[in-house]
């Protein structure tokens, strides 16, 4: 009986000290972390709208606006040229296969897709993975988001896509990320 609380406050005692590291290791790192998201969040911006200069992001209460009528709407930014508004770049999570994808879709004033990439997600590597390469991303530039875009498992037709092979669930979800924009175009061109 001695040995097991013995044993039991051995592994309390290095459980303990193992999370008190952690809890340090998190507080010296959270900044760089926020930091470098930022960064990347930037960064994709500019990979799906090239041609503006800078972002500006949504008021707080047109961004909880478009959330009440669909949540998995992330982020909202204007794209502009100068002070003139040429487009928007909206990040959606829709559900995939493993977890929510983070959607950044870069759509110009009249609802074509300028471009798109795949952020933070838990894809199956070498299957749902794939929607990170140009391959799959690039098929979306030129679609409109002003009706629905479909996913195809063989031949895509007008404003379709085609489907990852073996990961049409993730195909799906991206397309689902993309086709969540057309429930708010309205309001991005108020």
């Not at 040995?3 to 005692?13: C, D, H, P, R, T």
Request: charged content about 20%; hydrophobic content about 40%.
């Amino acid at each position: 009986m001695k040995e097991i609380v013995k044993l039991g406050l051995i592994l309390f005692l290095i459980s303990s000290i193992a999370a008190a590291l952690l809890g340090v290791t998190y507080d010296l790192t959270i900044d760089q972390i926020t930091e470098q998201r930022k960064i990347a969040d930037e960064v994709a911006r500019k990979d799906v709208f090239p041609d503006a200069d800078t972002f500006e992001r949504f008021s707080d209460e047109k961004i909880a606006e478009v959330q009440e009528i669909n949540p998995a709407i992330a982020d909202v930014y204007f794209a502009k040229q100068g002070e003139n508004t040429v487009g928007y770049v909206i990040k959606t999570k829709p559900s995939g296969f493993s977890g929510s994808i983070a959607v950044v879709t870069g759509i110009s004033t009249d609802g074509t897709i300028t471009g798109l990439r795949i952020g933070n997600h838990q894809e199956t590597p070498g299957l749902g993975a794939n929607a990170t390469l140009p391959s799959f991303y690039t098929q979306y530039e030129g679609l409109t988001i002003t009706s629905a875009i479909g996913v195809s498992k063989t031949v895509p037709g007008d404003n379709e896509i085609l489907a990852i092979s073996g990961a049409t669930i993730t195909s799906r979800a991206v397309t689902d990320g993309v086709n969540f924009i057309n429930e708010i175009y309205d309001i991005l061109n108020k």
